[in-house]
T-cell receptor, first 114, second 113 residues
Framework: ETGVTQSPTHLIKTRGQQVTLRCSSQ?????VSWYQQALGQGPQFIFQ???????GRGNFPPRFSGLQFPNYSSELNVNALELDDSALYLC?????????????FGPGTRLTVL | DQQVKQNSPSLSVQEGRISILNCDYT??????FLWYKKYPAEGPTFLIS?????DKNEDGRFTVFLNKSAKHLSLHIVPSQPGDSAVYFC????????????FGKGTLLTVNP
């Protein structure tokens, strides 16, 4: 069973640029959630995709967008990068459909915005 | 407004002793709680969870206690081992359509040999 993978591991961008982060969900999982973890904070929910549809969104502006593909992998896109977007971006997959389903996290992508 | 609070940024214990990590929450709609452990340069790893209809769940060395009236939960690790040294996050979820997790800020546990 393959776990959750994310790419790239690290990324450096400049303010105003756009970035795409990728996530492959764990085998058998159809739900992907994205979180942003700033330094010294806990992860904050960005949004969730369930069977290719957005299934809920946290308090993030529209320049944070996402996609889920038929194989349940997912992308997180961030436009017009700001310095405060520097963080660890975590992807988590789960089976979906039940409140008790555990979310399993990938290793994260460290984004630095200069 | 922080709905999940871990008021101790760090905790240090001796190997073999008990580690107790605490978490408080404010949202009465939370009905499922999880603990994750995070090592540097890795994603959070699921440890143990508890539904709001229970007050205790045990898995090996890890036990989670839930006090709904106090809106408080705790994770007990017995006996503590040096490999347990990591940041521990408490997370909560409310029923609904998106099952998002709300995390605390984490507690850094250091287990000394």
């Amino acid at each position: 069973e393959t776990g959750v993978t994310q790419s790239p591991t690290h990324l450096i961008k400049t303010r105003g640029q756009q970035v795409t982060l990728r996530c492959s969900s764990q085998s058998g999982h159809n739900t992907v959630s994205w979180y942003q973890q700033a330094l010294g904070q806990g992860p904050q929910f960005i949004f969730q995709y369930y069977r290719e549809e957005e299934n809920g969104r946290g308090n993030f502006p529209p320049r944070f967008s996402g996609l889920q593909f038929p194989n349940y992998s997912s992308e997180l896109n961030v436009n017009a990068l700001e310095l405060d977007d520097s963080a660890l971006y975590l992807c988590a997959s789960s089976s979906g459909g039940r409140n008790t389903d555990t979310q399993y996290f990938g290793p994260g992508t460290r984004l630095t915005v200069l | 407004d922080q709905q999940v609070k871990q008021n101790s940024p760090s905790l240090s214990v001796q190997e073999g002793r008990i580690s107790i990590l605490n978490c408080d929450y404010t949202n009465s709609m939370f009905d499922y709680f999880l603990w994750y452990k995070k090592y540097p340069a890795e994603g959070p790893t699921f440890l143990i969870s508890i539904s709001s209809i229970k007050d205790k769940n045990e898995d090996g060395r890890f036990t989670v206690f839930l006090n709904k009236s106090a809106k408080h939960l705790s994770l007990h690790i017995v006996p503590s081992q040096p490999g347990d040294s990591a940041v521990y996050f408490c997370a909560a979820r409310s029923g609904g359509s998106n099952y998002k997790l709300t995390f605390g800020k984490g507690t850094l546990l250091t287990v000394n040999p």
